[in-house]
């Protein structure tokens, strides 16, 4: 009883908002649960990157290291490290430079030339994100052999292409959908083709979805293991991601502290775009929710 009346006391100083409060409260705990569960990793890997081998592995583990050193860090400082960022800047800027010209032209082809079928291209781009990455892998892998694609850049950047091309189209077409069309036609009437309407008039316009699709697509490339594991076999020539799991993850044991320094310093390139892209990358995702 008492504790019902120390409720009951509580909800009348609230007022009548008292439920709009509570959900308010329980609002706020999920969102900071769920930020708490997505830090947790991150922290437990910078956390882990200032740590001297023998803690990695003390029980219980500890967030706060008890000899914090730089050692991780200086040890990544190689010409290796320098080939590895070069390889995935490489086939990220090229990968994302391709999907999104090539994803401008699909869609808007889709979205202002009417024809029979065009509804059915649209759908076969997106029934293709079903298909599993391995599975694409195979047929790629032979395509790539026979044309002696192997072993080269261009066998990593085709293969990032196909996996993003579909989610670029998708997303420049609902942009595309909601440009006013009255600017091409007046172009047309001016005397203007389409390729140069295309290229000189609607991609200025379509330039917060094309970036947010850039970046889009060169943060996949940057973090994509399985092509840099199979297209390639030179150490030279690998991305990031398949260079940290074929330096540090031995047969009998892994450099998990050089490997979470060497993990944060790869995650930094990422961080800095969305810091200085985030606006241009919101405006272009969300440009086409709202049409009309």
């Known amino acids: 009883m008492a504790n019902q009346e120390l409720i009951a006391e509580f909800q009348s100083e609230l007022g009548p908002d008292w439920k709009k409060f509570a959900v308010d409260v329980a609002i706020y705990a999920a969102l900071l649960a769920s ?34 050193t730089l050692e991780n860090y200086k040890a990544q400082l190689s010409p290796l490290l320098g080939t590895l960022f070069f390889n995935s800047f490489l086939v990220g800027a090229v990968s994302a430079l391709v999907s999104t010209v090539v994803g401008a032209m699909t869609a808007y082809a889709i979205c202002r030339f009417k024809f029979a079928g065009n509804d059915w291209i649209m759908l076969f781009f997106m029934a293709t994100l079903a298909f599993p990455i391995p599975m694409i892998m195979i047929s790629t892998y032979i395509m790539f052999a026979k044309f002696g694609l192997l072993n080269t850049y261009w066998a990593m950047i085709l293969g990032h292409v196909v996996i993003t091309l579909p989610v670029t189209v998708w997303l420049l077409r609902n942009f595309f959908d909601q440009l006013p069309g009255e600017v091409e ?55 990031i991601p398949a260079g940290v799991i074929l330096l540090f993850l031995q047969e009998y044991e892994g450099e998990w502290a050089q490997m979470m320094a060497l993990a944060v310093i790869v995650s930094l390139p990422i961080l800095l775009l969305f810091v200085f892209f985030q606006n241009a990358f919101l405006r272009g995702v969300t440009g086409g929710a709202v049409k009309g």
């Open 35 to 68: 930020i708490t569960f997505l830090l947790l990793p991150v922290i437990w890997t910078i956390s882990t990157s200032f740590k001297p081998i023998g803690e990695v592995f003390e029980y219980p583990p500890r967030f706060i290291p008890r000899d914090p």
């Open 185 to 239: 036609e007046a172009a047309l009437i001016d005397g203007a083709g389409p390729w140069y309407t295309f290229f000189r008039i609607v991609l200025p316009m379509a330039k917060p979805a094309m970036s947010a699709a850039g970046i889009f697509v060169f943060i996949t490339s940057w973090n994509e293991l399985l092509f840099g594991l199979t297209f390639v076999s030179e150490t030279a020539m690998r991305p």
